[in-house]
Each structure stands twice: as C-alpha cells, then as structure tokens.
C-alpha cells in the first residue's frame, strides 16, 4: 500500500470518535459546522501516527537482526502533544503514556538481560492498554506489530 493510500486509510476510519453519538448529544446544532466531515488530526494523531511508524521499523530491524536506530526523541511528545477536541489527557493517559515510555525506552537499553523481542513486545502491549482505556479503533492495526 503506498503512503498516500495508507494516510487515506487512517483518515478514514479514525475511529477514537463517535459521530453518531456526538449527533446524539447535539441535537439541533445546526449552525453548518463542518466540523466533524472536515477531519483535521490533531497533534497527537499525528504523533500516534509517528510512532506507529517508529515501531513499524524497529520490528523490521528486529526481525532482520540489524541494529537499532538512535532512540526517537519524539516519543517523547506524548507528553505534551495536543489531542483532539472530543479527548483530555485523562488519569489513564497520563499513566499510560508513562509506562508507555518507560518499556520503550527499555528497547533501546544495549545492557538489558531481557530479550529484545520481548522488550518490542511489551511495549507494543502498553500501545494496546492505553488503547483499550479508550480509543479501541486503531486496535487491529496496533496487533500487528506485534512480533509472533
Ligand atoms: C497513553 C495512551 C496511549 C498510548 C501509550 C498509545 N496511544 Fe495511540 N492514541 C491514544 C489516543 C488518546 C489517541 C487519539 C488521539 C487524538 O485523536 O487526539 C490515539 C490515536 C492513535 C492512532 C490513530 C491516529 C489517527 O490518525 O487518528 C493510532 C494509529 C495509534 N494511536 C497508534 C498507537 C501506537 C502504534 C502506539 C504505541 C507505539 C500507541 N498508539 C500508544 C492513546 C495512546
């Protein structure tokens, strides 16, 4: 699939949201926003995005045997990044981000006695806890990458 497509394909069925139901709620609101056709990502999609690719690769690295990349920096913006409008970094997101951060830094940690693939996994794992906290869509895909 090329880039192009796959960028269409997240557009579409970005799935954090609801739309029906934020019709639901907002009965009447009528004021011709085109707020919720015109889907604009927000900086953490974006990010979300990002580190999907980050990991995508460094399965392939592992999977090939080669040496890993420096460690990413921008992981790092979970921190930080801007979420969409319908989102708040909640208790769980800010647990979740940490330990997200802390096994996947443990990836890149050259004196580890734990097996690289186990540390690829784990941290894959802390991608699917956060996920199911509250943004179950992009679920299947994050499966994925997981290394069998
Ligand atoms: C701490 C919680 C948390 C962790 C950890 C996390 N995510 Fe997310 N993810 C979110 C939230 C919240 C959103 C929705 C962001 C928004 O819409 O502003 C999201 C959105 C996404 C999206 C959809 C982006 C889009 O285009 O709408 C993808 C894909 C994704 N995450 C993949 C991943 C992957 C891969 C990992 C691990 C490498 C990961 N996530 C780790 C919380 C998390």
Redesign the pocket.
């Known amino acids: 699939m090329s880039r192009f497509s796959f960028l269409l394909l997240?557009i579409a069925c970005?799935s954090?949201q609801n739309d029906n139901e934020k019709a639901l709620q907002n009965p009447g609101s009528d004021k011709g926003e085109k707020k919720y056709d015109l889907y604009e990502?927000?900086e953490?999609?974006l990010l979300?995005?990002v580190?999907?690719d980050i990991?995508n690769q460094l399965k392939g690295s592992i999977q090939n045997g080669d040496s890993l990349s420096n460690f990413p920096e921008e992981i790092l913006k979970?921190h930080t990044a801007q979420?969409?409008d319908f989102?708040e970094r909640n208790q769980a997101?800010e647990a979740?981000?940490h330990l997200?951060v802390e096994k996947f830094e443990l990836i890149f940690d050259t004196t580890s006695q734990v097996p690289l693939k186990k540390r690829y996994n784990d941290?894959?794992n802390?991608?699917l806890n956060?996920?199911q906290t509250?943004?179950t869509g992009?679920i299947p895909?994050?499966k994925k990458?997981l290394i069998k």
Request: glycine share 0%; charged share 10%; proline share 6%.
């Open positions: 997240i970005c954090c990502p927000s953490m999609a979300m995005n580190m999907y990991q979970i979420m969409s989102k997101f979740y981000s997200f941290a894959v802390l991608c956060c996920h509250e943004c992009p895909r994050i990458l």
